[in-house]
């Protein structure tokens, strides 16, 4: 059946649109981004694999819980400056090896992360990227990873991500910023 536009009663007939305008506005999204934005049926992604590679498609505005004890190497898609907004919970603590958060190619971070202490002290540490950062590294520990830590990545520029981390952290608090991406 074809599509019909109907108003009230009257039949306004078959439609193609082309172009679509509302109040006299047009509409410059397509239909791929007029259904990423819509689609609430998937706004939490649950990450169990070693690996996950970041799409726009799949990801952006969405919660995605990172949910592996033995951690997940995460790529970033190249950073454009579309305003893709990324968001991880660490759902299962850390237990064993990392989970890291790279950027791909010539991309760096900027941003901050905030670690609480632990031992009931209700003090935290706060650690700011370095010029070159492009790795994001949570081991359970010392640089978050536990279970409710977060992190917040939105693509602001080409080759650029600007990143939150707040999280917790065991032991000696440390940086979980690095350059590690030849």
Avoid: C, Y
């Avoid at 949570?138 to 536990?146: A, N, Q, R, S």
């Amino acid at each position: 059946m074809p599509n019909l536009l109907t108003k009230g009663k009257a039949l306004f007939g078959a439609a193609d649109l082309t172009t679509l305008a509302i109040g006299g506005t047009n509409v410059d999204a397509t239909a791929a981004e007029i259904n990423r934005a819509a689609d609430v049926s998937a706004r939490i992604v649950n990450a169990t694999a070693a690996t996950l590679a970041v799409t726009a498609a799949s990801h952006d505005s969405k919660v995605v819980t990172l949910n592996r004890a033995a951690g997940i190497a995460v790529t970033l898609p190249a950073a454009t400056g579309s305003g893709i907004k990324l968001h991880f919970v660490v759902g299962t603590t850390i237990t064993s090896n990392t989970t890291t958060i790279k950027v791909t190619g010539n991309d760096t971070m900027t941003g901050t992360a905030i670690n609480q202490a632990d031992g009931g002290s209700h003090t935290a540490v706060m650690f700011k990227t370095a010029a070159t950062d492009d790795t994001i590294t949570m081991d359970g520990t010392t640089t978050g990873g536990i279970k409710g830590d977060s992190v917040e990545l939105i693509d602001i520029a080409t080759d650029l991500w600007w990143v939150r981390v707040v999280g917790s952290a065991t032991g000696t608090e440390a940086t979980p910023f690095s350059a590690t991406v030849a």
